[in-house]
């Protein structure tokens, strides 16, 4: 977690990538979310993104996508 990885993030985001299966996008994810970094998306890394959508004022469908990396990375 750091500038190499948030400027990784950002360019998928300019390239509007609709799917991320990157595991370290995954774990900027969890970082922002507040839960474990490991990687993986399990149950408690959907439900904290759920959260996090919804205490974002997103649709907290559990999707990473291109508004909630938005929002997550500020751009």
């Known amino acids: 977690w750091g500038n190499e990885c948030v400027s990784g993030a950002k360019k ?4 509007k990538r609709a ?3 990157n595991k370290n996008l995954t774990k900027i ?9 490991d990687g993986l998306c399990g ?18 469908d559990g999707q990473v996508g291109l ?3 938005k929002k997550m990375l500020e751009v």
Do not use: C, M, P, S
Not at 12 to 15: N, P, Q
Not at 29 to 37: D, N, P
């Open 12 to 15: 998928a985001i300019v390239k």
């Open 29 to 37: 994810v969890q970082k922002v979310v507040g839960v474990a970094a």
């Open 67 to 69: 508004n909630t990396w």
């Open 43 to 60: 149950k408690n890394t959907d439900v904290a993104i759920r959260n996090w959508q919804r205490a974002n004022g997103l649709e907290a």
């Open 19 to 21: 799917t991320y299966t």
